[in-house]
Structures are given as structure tokens and as C-alpha cells.
């Protein structure tokens, strides 16, 4: 049985897939990105939080 494509990636993956880099996806998150919809935040007491994107979502709102 084939596995099922996760919905949720790290910023490092959600960045390979889409064709930019980290940085984009980082520095676009509280303006282009909604939160809860495009992305979501795993530790967000963290000093560093973890950040998980959701990639048919941020590829619909791109060809937009």
C-alpha cells in the first residue's frame, strides 16, 4: 500500500518543495502567511519555535 503524502512539512521541506529558500517562507510568515491555515507553530513557548507549513495551501495562495 502506498504511503500517504504528509500535509504538514518542516520549513526546510516546505521550502524544497515550493522552489525558495527558509528564509522566504520565514520572513513571509506573519504577512503573505495565515496562521492556522498556511502554517502552524508546534513549541510556541520555545526560544526557537518549530514551525510546521502546509503545502497545498501555500501552493494554492502562490497561482492565486
Same mark, same amino acid.
Given at each position: 500500500?502506498?504511503k500517504?503524502?504528509?500535509?504538514?512539512?518542516?520549513t526546510?521541506?516546505?521550502?524544497?518543495? #515550493?522552489?525558495?529558500?527558509?528564509k522566504? #517562507?520565514r520572513?513571509n510568515r506573519d504577512?503573505i502567511?495565515k496562521k492556522g491555515?498556511?502554517y502552524?507553530?508546534?513549541?510556541?513557548n520555545?526560544?526557537?519555535?518549530?514551525?510546521?507549513w502546509? #503545502?497545498k495551501?501555500?501552493q494554492?495562495?502562490?497561482?492565486?
Open positions: 500500500m502506498p500517504k503524502p504528509r500535509v504538514w512539512l518542516s526546510a521541506e516546505a521550502a524544497a518543495e #515550493l522552489g525558495c529558500g527558509p522566504y #517562507l520572513e504577512t502567511f491555515t498556511h502552524r507553530v508546534l513549541n510556541p520555545a526560544w526557537r519555535p518549530t514551525y510546521r502546509h #503545502l495551501k501555500i494554492k495562495l502562490m497561482e492565486a
